[in-house]
């Protein structure tokens, strides 16, 4: 292992997909549907909760990425203002095939949030390999199909 102890960057919380009006029309028949489906049959709640559903879907969706500082050190991985140990990680992987660019992938030992997911500039890959490797096991690892579900719908 060379001497490099940290490596920080800045990047996007997340890939923000800029959604055009039809997003937003095809949002608004499916929650109409869904309206129109639960007043048929008399289920007012539901036909509330579709529509506050709906509406934060569309919040949500028009919600621009902040700038989220990102590092990678001897002591742990810092994601935003939080610092994961390496004692709270079980595994890494770094994943140069996708085609928004290289990702590093962390295998929490926490249960609400198994997987956590950092973007990484190019430059920095082998710097990030290198602080990684012998602090924490390399285990092949994916995103969840729902994040990639997610993504593939523009969130």
Known sequence: MDGVRAVSWEAPE???TEKKGDWYFAL????AGCVGAALLLGNFLFALLALIGGAALALSASKRPA???FAVTVR???LGNRLYPFSHLNAYYIDEEDP???HL?????RKFM???IMPIPPDYLDEVEDIMRGRLPERHLEEPLFVKLLEYFGF
Do not use: Q
């Open 100 to 102: 928004r660019g290289p």
């Open 76 to 78: 742990g991985v810092r």
């Open 28 to 31: 608004s028949i499916i929650v």
């Open 105 to 109: 992938l962390l295998l929490a030992k």
């Open 114 to 116: 198994p997987l956590m």
């Open 14 to 16: 997340f890939y923000f």
């Open 67 to 69: 700038t989220v500082p």
